[in-house]
T-cell receptor
Framework: QVQLVQSGADVKQPGASVKVSCRVS????????IHWVRQAPGKGFEWMGG????????LYAERFQGRVTLTEDTSTETAYMELGSLTHDDTAVYYC???????????WGQGTVITVSS | DIVMTQSPLSLPVTPGEPASISCRSS????????????LDWYLQRPGQSPQLLIY???HRASGVPDRFSGSGSGTDFTLKISSVEAEDVGVYFC?????????FGPGTRVDIK
């Protein structure tokens, strides 16, 4: 059974950075294209970025460009999303997900609550 | 960016009755080169992660009951539930993956009358 297991909730101060992990079990990370999506309280979903296998590159939403970095550690089957220069508006549930644009391997992590508070 | 809209935003349903949700995009989601519409439907039950129901416009995801179906092409899409069950309550949203940034509809909240 494939699972995406995310790191636990965290509280950060404005201006800090946060790094959320997404560990893959039951599958091989290299065979999945990991994307990151967030949902702020009372708001809709927002795509942050993800891997495009057609071009072999990581794509980022323009509004997060320069502030978000997506990485992968194949030795531990773990993907990471690091978001810097946090503001209160970054308070949200952050999800890793796979299977976008694909016919198989559709999975979401359980979500990680990130609270930005002074 | 492609803007996604949904209607209705709230849908009270009666178990056993059909239900339908509409999703529209500001640009076509049809890729001519392969004939696929890059439109997915999800259900987010309270306190849970989103669950994929329909991918590429009309393809039911693995394990999804056949009472769920997706149709449409271009800019107009519909999710239908042939006979609503109590477990179908939650927020349904559409998502386009034709071009980045991928964008989502605002969601349709479905609850039991």
């Amino acid at each position: 059974q494939v699972q995406l297991v995310q790191s636990g909730a965290d509280v950060k101060q404005p201006g800090a950075s946060v790094k959320v992990s997404c560990r893959v079990s039951g599958h091989i990370l290299l065979e999945l294209s990991i994307h990151w999506v967030r949902q702020a309280p009372g708001k809709g979903f927002e795509w942050m970025g993800g891997f495009d296998p057609d071009h072999g590159e990581t794509l980022y939403a323009e509004r997060f460009q320069g502030r978000v970095t997506l990485t992968e550690d194949t030795s531990t089957e773990t993907a990471y999303m690091e978001l810097g220069s946090l503001t209160h508006d970054d308070t949200a549930v952050y999800y890793c997900a796979t299977g976008f644009r694909a016919s198989t391997d559709h999975y979401w992590g359980q979500g990680t609550v990130i609270t930005v508070s002074s | 960016d492609i803007v996604m809209t949904q209607s209705p935003l709230s849908l009270p349903v009666t178990p056993g009755e059909p239900a339908s949700i509409s999703c529209r995009s500001s640009q076509t989601l049809l890729r001519d080169s392969n004939g696929y519409n890059y439109l997915d439907w999800y259900l987010q039950r309270p306190g849970q992660s989103p669950q994929l129901l329909i991918y590429l416009g009309s393809h039911r995801a693995s394990g999804v009951p056949d009472r769920f179906s997706g149709s449409g092409s271009g800019t107009d899409f519909t999710l239908k539930i042939s006979s609503v069950e109590a477990e179908d309550v939650g927020v349904y949203f559409c998502m386009q993956t034709l071009q980045t940034p991928f964008t989502f509809g605002p969601g349709t909240r479905v609850d039991i009358k």
